[in-house]
């Protein structure tokens, strides 16, 4: 009897055993498949050339003129592109700041742009763009109209390189005036139309509504944007007074208004 019991467990314990190893067998195959697809995938991905690619942040540099720097092979497979000689090649022009380069699978390239805003316009007998650092620009045309000071007054290109920082005072004051009327008052921002330098002496801003000299000096950019701003909400408004013949904002607490002779 316990002989036959033996035999009896045995025999039961085969169809599980099939069973199992069934399901082995078949999860091996579909992982096999799924290695096989994945592989066939990256293999043809690997050896698809870039039929697109998508650029974002710009607004002064057309999308053409990012792809046309990106200097692209029409045949190159898109996992053979040296993504850093790309992202230098965009680099070489002076209006990107930076800018980042990724692969958008199956067949596209992803560039985010973060560019170098124009803040003023200089007039050297050449015209170019300044950005808030002090970095010259290429005075270029573009499909976003620029409403910025123009700093007149600097006699020579010499030692101006597109691309570089221009390291003069004069137009570091300028640039510094420019920020703090951007920050303090849009309206006054909006008004300023001209920065003249003077060779080292006092800078002289110059408005669209009035034209009349306003001798503004240097340093403390901030503190006299505030107090010109409430001289000009108060009293130039509306209409200008036609006997001003300029006003200086270079003494604490106080605007100075002179008038012409009558």
């Known amino acids: ?31 096999l498949m799924v290695l096989t697809a994945a592989g066939l995938k990256m293999r043809w991905q690997r050896y698809t050339p870039v039929k697109q690619v998508v650029v974002e942040g710009t607004s002064v540099l057309l999308r053409e003129e990012i792809v046309r720097l990106m200097d692209l092979q029409t045949t190159q497979p898109m996992y053979e592109i040296d993504l850093t000689a790309v992202q230098r090649n965009i680099l070489s022009n002076s209006f990107v700041q930076s800018a980042v380069i990724q692969r958008d699978p199956p067949a596209a390239l992803r560039v985010t742009v ?40 600097f006699d020579s290109v010499k030692g101006i390189r597109t691309g570089q920082r221009l390291e003069h005072a004069d137009v570091r004051e300028a640039l510094d005036i420019i920020t703090a009327s951007r920050v ?12 003249r330098l003077r060779k080292g002496k006092d800078l002289v801003l110059y408005t669209f509504e009035t034209g009349v000299p306003i001798i ?41 208004v002179s008038r012409k002779d009558s």
């Open 1 to 31: 009897m316990a002989e036959r019991d033996d035999i009896g467990t045995s025999s039961g314990e085969a169809p599980e055993q099939t069973h199992g190893t069934r399901v082995y067998v078949y999860f091996v195959l579909i992982a």
């Open 114 to 153: 973060v560019e170098r805003k124009p803040a003023a316009i200089l007039n050297a007998g050449e015209l170019y763009y300044l950005s808030e650092d002090g970095t010259v620009l290429p005075y270029i045309a573009s499909e976003q109209a620029y409403d910025i000071p123009v700093i007149s007054g």
């Open 184 to 195: 303090i008052s849009k309206e006054l921002f909006h008004s300023i139309s001209e920065i």
């Open 216 to 256: 503004f000096g240097k340093g403390d950019a901030a503190k006299k944007m505030v107090k010109l701003d409430a001289f000009w909400q108060q009293f130039m408004q509306g209409s200008t007074p036609p006997d001003i013949r300029y006003i200086d904002i270079r003494f604490d607490d106080q605007v100075v």
